[in-house]
C-alpha cells in the first residue's frame, strides 16, 4: 500500500525558508516523476518541481525556478522526497502536496495534477508580509 506523508510546513514571514518532507511509504519505482504541488482554495492544483527519480533529472515551474530546490532521498530504508524553499513571499501561501507515480520519465504533462496517481494529505505554508 502506498502512502505519501508530508510535513514541514508552517508559518514564515516574507523572506524566509521552509523545507518541505514527503515520506513515500510502499513506493519504489523509478521511472515514474515524483512532483510537488500546491493549491490555494478556489483554485487548480499547481505544479511546482518535478524529479525524474531514475536519473535525478529535475525541473521547475516558472513560478519557483530559481527559490525553490526539489530533491529527492533514496539511500536508506525511508524514500523522502524534499522541497526547499527560499525567499517566500505571501503569494507563497497554499497547501503543499507531494505527488507520485507520474508521468513516466517526467516528460510532457509533469506539472498536470491528473497525470499523478497518489497524493500525500498536505501541508499548509503560510507567508506573512
Known amino acids: 500500500q502506498v502512502q505519501l506523508v508530508e510535513s514541514g510546513g508552517g508559518s514564515v514571514q516574507a523572506g524566509g525558508s521552509l523545507r518541505l518532507s514527503c515520506v513515500l511509504s510502499?513506493?519504489?519505482?523509478?521511472?515514474?516523476?515524483l512532483a510537488w504541488f500546491r493549491q490555494v482554495p478556489g483554485n487548480e492544483r499547481e505544479g511546482l518541481a518535478a524529479?525524474?527519480?531514475?536519473?535525478?533529472?529535475?525541473?521547475?515551474a516558472d513560478s519557483t525556478r530559481g527559490r525553490f530546490t526539489i530533491s529527492q532521498n533514496n539511500d536508506n530504508a525511508k524514500n523522502t522526497l524534499y522541497l526547499e524553499m527560499n525567499s517566500l513571499n505571501p503569494e507563497d501561501t497554499a497547501m503543499y502536496y507531494c505527488?507520485?507515480?507520474?508521468?513516466?520519465?517526467?516528460?510532457?504533462?509533469?506539472?498536470?495534477?491528473?497525470?499523478?496517481?497518489?497524493w500525500g494529505q498536505g501541508t499548509q505554508v503560510t507567508v506573512s508580509s
Open positions: 505527488a507520485a507515480g507520474g508521468p513516466r520519465y517526467c516528460s510532457g504533462t509533469r506539472y498536470r495534477s491528473d497525470s499523478y496517481t497518489y
Open positions: 510502499g513506493y519504489t519505482s523509478i521511472t515514474y516523476c
Open positions: 524529479i525524474w527519480p531514475d536519473n535525478g533529472l529535475v525541473y521547475y
